[in-house]
């Protein structure tokens, strides 16, 4: 008993320890990663609070010099670029420069010029763009282009604030040639000017008269010249191979607003023209766009070069156009052809051929699910083609251009021979979030980035729904709650957390949008009204959002309006509830009786994992609801511990109390336990009585199978963090956790896993590690010894379950696990001597394992070079990953010193750092390592990869996850402060 009580106490303090600090990480890390912010409020006077500072702060509104000083300087660094475009584009340069508007360099006080607003004004929308864009021969550093908009306008003006037209243009340098009207007469500028504060990055004329609708459409044609970026943004160039043998291709990554790094656009996604694009390039490459290739011309008046015309797009916002041009010896592709004959392509580097197949392969069961689930959605939804561009290096893991999806190598490729379980899930998701996208980001298409939870939420819900299409044996659909679920409601805990929908007040908030929050609580929300409304009428509800606006941008209440309702709320009403608050709900749930009767009494309160803090949500993003929700709720009543038949009650609770009475058919009988949140299904916490957790794990003890796995889940994880928040005592989580040795299905061990991975990478630095660590090995020993938890199965479930189990044994230090890998490790030696290395030695799902905790526990430095070596070798990316992973595992700090040297000397070919960096971290050993590295080369990191760069943010996350006390969380105070 004692021991117990130590480990309760202890844990919980370390753990509240870790909370404190996370939730005040969870909110300086923001701003720290997308500097400056402004705080978020539902009120539209932010507009013009932005626009008194600006107006205060006149020398921060122009960091560039104007557009005529920019030119010369760019003419003394590289003499003759600009005057080469008269010729190449048969245009006639405007030499004498610009007339600058001097109300961009000094504004009037008090003027709300449309260049403060971080939207673009509504009055003008394009329609077509001709693009013409010149890539050069490798590693010169400059491109060029030209660009005709056609734009329409669509209101009369109603001051001369309206004489301004704003266009996004941020690192190339806009050229303007004339702007015409419909009837291809001149219309006479006045001024221009360049605005670039807060990224607005807007290119600003001045016409001398207001337009009316009646001169539309205009066409606006530009010059543009522009350097390749020093990071990935925009248009950019990379190499890539082994030293020796580098190559270089060209890519473009405009998600979320980087296309105006490119050339001179309407860069919000409520802007959707449509797009005929001309690249030329050298003729021994190959250029991909979003529409198939209609011609390859070559160039008279360029030696060498070939101009591909590309088909005319469908309307398109600027963030999904996508391009990328390689050399013809470096890339290959596979065809195979989709229902309505849509021709998909994947492209991968030669020796990469194979391995390519296998995900085209993958890709065409998962496209035919899609299109099985949006059958009814407008056949103009689908595109004529595809290209699958599997590229070396990229800033993510896909992009998903309608069209021309770019996915990352290490990201997708596989092996079948080497891919474990948990690999072909991960890819096949991926996958599939990124083609469902085609539809809610393409197709349907949100009108700003406060609504980009339309296009990230959807597909992340639907992706689940395709993949158990193509691969109905993975059981997919359960596993949202180990795959996401689990994980959103543990981050969305915080006190610092936002709500799904929050405003944008500059584009460095964008960024912050693409979160687990943005993607996986809507997904999880969509997943709580399926199972109260059925899958059939949210695929019904969806279509019609879908075919509501072709090619145009979705409106949410058509959704709401073809829903109806969701039980007995209006859908609208229901969908704000949880849209607009922060956190969820935590359902105290009692069985009492009253009056002979029992009663079920339910009490809504906010969640919250973490004491509150100065980053509260409460301040930022305040409840227009009193953080009261409208809640489905199904729960389960049983008379005994082995009750084969419970009450199955629902109940609709939109109160902060709400009581019923619990019908009996047996009034000698009495309910003895109850189990709300049926199935997982739901996106609340729920806690109970201390009899009632004891009931439930007499419940569990007596292996009652009507608690489905979905449910044993639920209970482990409300057990975890309601002992994790003080809510239920740890005596609580371990008398019913000892019913885990009679537990064999995947999900309840896989959440117990995440839970104990969690608590273990604080107690790590703990003493009461050793006690924890007992009781679970114990318990593992038995289920050890009742499987073969070693061979493999051949049923995909089956697997992922012993590896979780496996995993979990080794991470809590179990001899058994420990010495058996060691065990298994001597017969991987020899291949590794040899160099042949053969992967069916071990089963996929357990070699991770073996890798790993063997050069855990051994301090054999011949050993870990020769790993070292295969892992710089091996062209198998699962097998490469588990190889890295491997690395960072050793308890010598010496070698994680020079791993990491060796990476920053770029003697390592193809190293991912931010990998790396995360899964050293994990390691007792390495995390003050990678913290002092993070810390002395913060600044070079900046240099080498961008200030903008989300991956740098999530990087300080990854390392400080684990951090136990105050001396470390001052040190990131510094660092976030001080920078």
Same mark, same amino acid.
């Given at each position: 008993? +004692?021991?117990?009580?130590?480990?309760?106490?202890?844990?919980?303090?370390?753990?509240?320890?870790?909370?404190?600090?996370?939730?005040?990480?969870?909110? !300086?890390?923001?701003?720290?990663?997308?500097?400056?912010?402004?705080?978020?409020?539902?009120?539209?006077?932010?507009?013009?609070?932005?626009?008194?500072?600006?107006?205060?702060?006149?020398?921060?509104?122009?960091?560039?010099?104007?557009?005529? /000083?920019?030119?010369?300087?760019?003419?003394?660094? %590289?003499?003759?670029?600009?005057?080469?475009?008269?010729?190449? %584009?048969?245009? #006639?340069?405007?030499?004498?420069? &610009?007339?600058? *508007?001097?109300?961009?360099?000094?504004?009037?006080?008090?003027?709300?010029?449309?260049?403060?607003?971080?939207?673009?004004?509504?009055?003008?929308?394009?329609?077509?763009?001709?693009?013409?864009?010149?890539?050069?021969?490798?590693?010169?550093?400059? &491109?060029?282009?030209?660009?005709?908009? @056609?734009?329409?306008?669509?209101?009369?003006?109603?001051?001369?604030?309206?004489? %301004?037209?704003?266009?996004?243009?941020?690192?190339?340098?806009?050229?303007?040639?004339?702007?015409?009207?419909?009837?291809?007469?001149?219309?006479?500028?006045?001024?221009?000017?360049?605005?670039?504060?807060? #990224?607005?990055?807007?290119?600003?004329?001045?016409?001398?008269?207001?337009?009316?609708?009646?001169?539309?459409? !205009?066409?606006?044609?530009?010059?543009?010249?522009?350097?390749?970026?020093?990071?990935?943004?925009?248009?950019?160039?990379?190499?890539?191979?082994?030293?020796?043998?580098?190559?270089?291709?060209?890519?473009?990554?405009?998600?979320?607003?980087?296309?105006?790094?490119?050339?001179? *656009?309407?860069?919000?996604?409520?802007?959707?023209?449509?797009?005929?694009?001309?690249?030329?390039?050298? #003729?021994?490459?190959?250029?991909?766009?979003?529409?198939?290739?209609? +011609?390859?011309?070559?160039?008279?008046?360029?030696?060498?070069?070939?101009?591909?015309?590309?088909?005319?797009?469908?309307?398109?916002?600027?963030?999904?156009?996508?391009?990328?041009?390689?050399?013809?010896?470096?890339?290959?592709?596979?065809?195979?052809?989709?229902?309505?004959?849509?021709?998909?392509?994947?492209?991968?580097?030669?020796?990469?051929?194979?391995?390519?197949?296998?995900?085209?392969?993958?890709?065409?069961?998962?496209?035919?699910?899609?299109?099985?689930?949006?059958?009814?959605?407008?056949?103009?939804?689908?595109?004529?083609?595809?290209?699958?561009?599997?590229?070396? =290096? &990229?800033?993510?893991?896909?992009?998903?251009?309608?069209?021309?999806?770019?996915?990352?190598?290490?990201?997708?490729?596989?092996?079948?021979?080497?891919?474990?379980?948990?690999?072909?899930?991960?890819?096949?998701?991926?996958?599939?979030? +990124?083609?469902?996208?085609?539809?809610?980001?393409?197709?349907?298409?949100?009108?700003?980035?406060?609504?980009?939870?339309?296009?990230?939420?959807?597909?992340?819900?639907?992706?689940?729904?395709?993949?158990? !299409?193509?691969?109905?044996?993975?059981?997919?659909?359960?596993?949202?709650?180990?795959?996401?679920?689990?994980?959103?409601?543990?981050?969305?805990?915080?006190?610092?957390?936002?709500?799904?929908? @929050?405003?944008?007040?500059?584009?460095? =908030?964008?960024?912050?949008?693409?979160?687990?929050?943005?993607?996986?609580?809507?997904?999880?929300?969509?997943? $709580?009204?399926?199972?109260?409304?059925?899958?059939?009428?949210?695929?019904?509800?969806?279509?019609?959002?879908?075919?509501?606006?072709?090619?145009?941008?979705?409106?949410?209440?058509?959704?709401?309006?073809?829903?109806?309702?969701?039980? @007995?709320?209006?859908?609208?009403?229901?969908?704000?509830?949880?849209?607009?608050?922060?956190?969820?709900?935590?359902?105290?749930?009692?069985?009492?009786?009253?009056?002979?009767?029992?009663?079920? @009494?339910?009490?809504?309160?906010?969640?919250?994992?973490?004491?509150?803090?100065?980053?509260?949500?409460?301040? !930022?993003?305040?409840?227009?609801?009193?953080?009261?929700?409208?809640?489905?709720?199904? *729960?389960?009543?049983?008379?005994?511990?082995?009750?084969?038949?419970?009450?199955?009650?629902?109940?609709?609770?939109?109160?902060?109390?709400?009581?019923?009475?619990?019908?009996?058919?047996?009034?000698?009988?009495?309910?003895?336990?109850?189990? *709300?949140?049926?199935?997982?299904?739901?996106?609340?916490?729920?806690?109970?009585?201390?009899?009632?957790?004891?009931?439930?794990?007499?419940?569990?003890?007596?292996?009652?199978?009507?608690?489905?796995?979905?449910?044993?889940?639920?209970?482990?994880?409300?057990?975890?963090?309601?002992?994790?928040?003080?809510?239920?005592?740890?005596?609580?989580?371990?008398?019913?956790?000892?019913?885990?040795?009679?537990?064999?299905? %995947?999900?309840?061990?896989?959440?117990?896993?995440?839970?104990?991975?969690?608590?273990?990478?604080?107690?790590?630095? #703990?003493?009461?590690?050793?006690?924890?660590?007992?009781?679970?090995?114990? $318990?593992?020993?038995?289920?050890?010894?009742?499987?073969?938890?070693?061979?493999?199965?051949?049923?995909?479930? =089956?697997?992922?379950?012993? /590896?979780?189990?496996?995993?979990?044994?080794?991470?809590?230090?179990?001899?058994?696990?420990?010495?058996?890998?060691?065990?298994?490790?001597?017969?991987?030696?020899?291949?590794?001597?040899?160099?042949?290395?053969?992967?069916?030695?071990?089963?996929?799902?357990?070699?991770?394992?073996?890798?790993?905790?063997?050069?855990?526990?051994?301090?054999?430095?011949?050993?870990?070079?020769?790993?070292?070596?295969?892992?710089?070798?091996?062209?198998?990316?699962?097998?490469?990953?588990?190889?890295?992973?491997?690395?960072?595992?050793?308890?010598?700090?010496?070698?994680?010193?020079?791993?990491?040297?060796?990476?920053?000397?770029?003697?390592?070919?193809?190293?991912?750092?931010?990998?790396?960096?995360?899964? $050293?971290?994990?390691?007792?050993?390495?995390?003050?390592?990678?913290?002092?590295?993070?810390?002395?080369?913060?600044?070079?990191?900046?240099?080498?990869?961008?200030?903008?760069?989300?991956?740098?943010?999530?990087?300080?996350?990854?390392?400080?996850?684990?951090?136990?006390?105050?001396?470390?969380?001052?040190?990131?105070?510094?660092?976030?402060?001080?920078?």
């Amino acid at each position: 008993m +004692s021991e117990k009580l130590h480990i309760s106490y202890v844990v919980i303090g370390a753990y509240a320890a870790f909370v404190l600090v996370s939730s005040l990480l969870v909110g !300086l890390l923001p701003p720290f990663v997308n500097r400056p912010l402004c705080n978020n409020d539902n009120s539209e006077s932010k507009l013009s609070e932005i626009i008194d500072r600006q107006t205060r702060d006149t020398d921060q509104v122009q960091p560039h010099p104007n557009l005529n /000083e920019r030119i010369a300087q760019f003419k003394q660094k %590289y003499p003759g670029k600009i005057e080469s475009l008269s010729s190449k %584009y048969s245009r #006639k340069l405007k030499v004498d420069g &610009y007339d600058i *508007c001097p109300e961009i360099i000094n504004p009037e006080p008090g003027v709300l010029y449309p260049w403060y607003s971080p939207r673009l004004p509504d009055r003008y929308v394009p329609i077509h763009y001709d693009v013409e864009l010149f890539v050069p021969e490798w590693g010169l550093t400059v &491109y060029d282009g030209f660009m005709d908009m @056609k734009v329409d306008i669509i209101s009369d003006p109603s001051s001369d604030l309206d004489k %301004y037209i704003l266009i996004h243009a941020a690192e190339e340098i806009p050229l303007l040639q004339f702007i015409r009207d419909k009837d291809g007469q001149d219309v006479e500028v006045d001024c221009v000017g360049e605005f670039n504060y807060y #990224k607005n990055d807007y290119f600003v004329i001045k016409t001398k008269n207001a337009l009316n609708p009646t001169n539309g459409p !205009l066409s606006i044609e530009f010059l543009f010249i522009a350097l390749l970026p020093e990071y990935d943004s925009g248009i950019f160039e990379f190499q890539f191979g082994t030293p020796g043998s580098e190559s270089t291709m060209l890519a473009s990554k405009f998600e979320p607003i980087e296309a105006r790094n490119a050339f001179p *656009c309407f860069d919000e996604p409520r802007f959707k023209p449509t797009w005929s694009f001309k690249i030329d390039h050298p #003729k021994t490459t190959t250029a991909l766009f979003n529409t198939p290739a209609q +011609s390859d011309v070559p160039i008279p008046t360029v030696n060498n070069s070939v101009q591909t015309t590309f088909a005319t797009s469908k309307q398109l916002p600027s963030y999904l156009i996508g391009m990328v041009v390689f050399n013809n010896d470096d890339f290959v592709s596979e065809t195979l052809y989709l229902p309505g004959d849509i021709r998909l392509n994947i492209w991968a580097r030669k020796q990469f051929a194979n391995d390519a197949l296998d995900v085209l392969n993958m890709t065409e069961k998962i496209f035919e699910g899609l299109m099985d689930i949006f059958r009814e959605v407008d056949d103009s939804a689908l595109p004529s083609k595809i290209d699958m561009f599997i590229i070396p =290096e &990229y800033p993510y893991d896909a992009i998903p251009h309608y069209g021309l999806p770019i996915f990352r190598e290490k990201d997708v490729l596989f092996k079948f021979s080497s891919a474990s379980e948990r690999d072909l899930q991960r890819i096949a998701l991926l996958i599939a979030k +990124s083609l469902a996208e085609f539809w809610f980001g393409g197709f349907a298409t949100f009108a700003w980035w406060d609504e980009l939870w339309l296009q990230e939420g959807l597909a992340d819900y639907i992706k689940y729904r395709a993949v158990d !299409l193509a691969f109905p044996n993975w059981n997919i659909l359960q596993q949202f709650i180990t795959e996401e679920l689990i994980y959103v409601l543990v981050n969305d805990g915080y006190p610092s957390s936002h709500p799904i929908y @929050k405003p944008i007040n500059n584009p460095y =908030e964008i960024e912050e949008y693409f979160d687990d929050v943005e993607k996986s609580k809507t997904a999880a929300i969509f997943r $709580m009204v399926e199972e109260e409304v059925s899958f059939a009428e949210m695929e019904k509800a969806l279509t019609g959002y879908l075919n509501a606006h072709p090619w145009g941008t979705a409106e949410i209440n058509k959704f709401y309006e073809i829903l109806g309702t969701v039980d @007995k709320w209006p859908a609208k009403e229901f969908f704000d509830r949880w849209i607009t608050q922060s956190n969820y709900p935590l359902l105290n749930i009692r069985l009492v009786e009253e009056n002979g009767k029992q009663v079920i @009494k339910v009490t809504q309160s906010r969640a919250l994992n973490s004491y509150a803090s100065i980053f509260a949500g409460d301040l !930022l993003y305040p409840s227009a609801y009193n953080f009261t929700w409208y809640i489905p709720l199904t *729960c389960s009543f049983g008379r005994s511990e082995s009750d084969s038949s419970p009450l199955e009650r629902d109940f609709y609770i939109d109160q902060k109390e709400f009581s019923a009475e619990v019908p009996n058919l047996q009034p000698d009988q009495k309910y003895v336990w109850v189990h *709300c949140d049926r199935k997982f299904a739901g996106y609340y916490a729920t806690d109970y009585t201390v009899e009632n957790w004891e009931n439930l794990g007499l419940a569990l003890k007596a292996e009652n199978r009507e608690l489905l796995p979905e449910d044993r889940a639920n209970i482990i994880h409300n057990l975890f963090v309601n002992g994790f928040t003080e809510r239920t005592s740890y005596f609580q989580v371990v008398d019913v956790l000892s019913y885990l040795t009679r537990e064999k299905d %995947y999900l309840p061990w896989k959440t117990v896993h995440k839970h104990l991975s969690d608590m273990a990478g604080i107690l790590d630095y #703990k003493e009461p590690f050793l006690q924890v660590s007992s009781f679970f090995s114990s $318990m593992m020993r038995k289920i050890e010894a009742d499987m073969d938890l070693w061979s493999p199965s051949g049923i995909h479930t =089956e697997e992922l379950l012993k /590896e979780t189990i496996l995993s979990l044994a080794c991470r809590l230090q179990d001899s058994y696990c420990l010495t058996k890998t060691s065990e298994l490790w001597e017969g991987v030696i020899p291949s590794l001597l040899s160099g042949t290395f053969d992967p069916v030695r071990l089963p996929p799902f357990v070699r991770e394992i073996v890798f790993n905790y063997h050069v855990q526990n051994t301090y054999n430095v011949n050993e870990w070079d020769l790993i070292l070596r295969e892992y710089e070798n091996i062209e198998d990316f699962a097998e490469r990953r588990r190889l890295l992973e491997s690395l960072t595992f050793t308890r010598l700090p010496w070698l994680l010193a020079k791993l990491l040297e060796e990476q920053q000397e770029a003697k390592l070919e193809k190293i991912d750092l931010f990998d790396t960096i995360r899964m $050293m971290s994990e390691n007792p050993v390495g995390r003050e390592i990678t913290w002092d590295y993070y810390r002395i080369n913060f600044r070079k990191l900046v240099e080498d990869f961008g200030e903008d760069d989300a991956r740098l943010g999530q990087m300080l996350i990854d390392i400080s996850k684990t951090f136990e006390n105050e001396f470390l969380f001052y040190e990131v105070l510094e660092l976030v402060f001080f920078y």
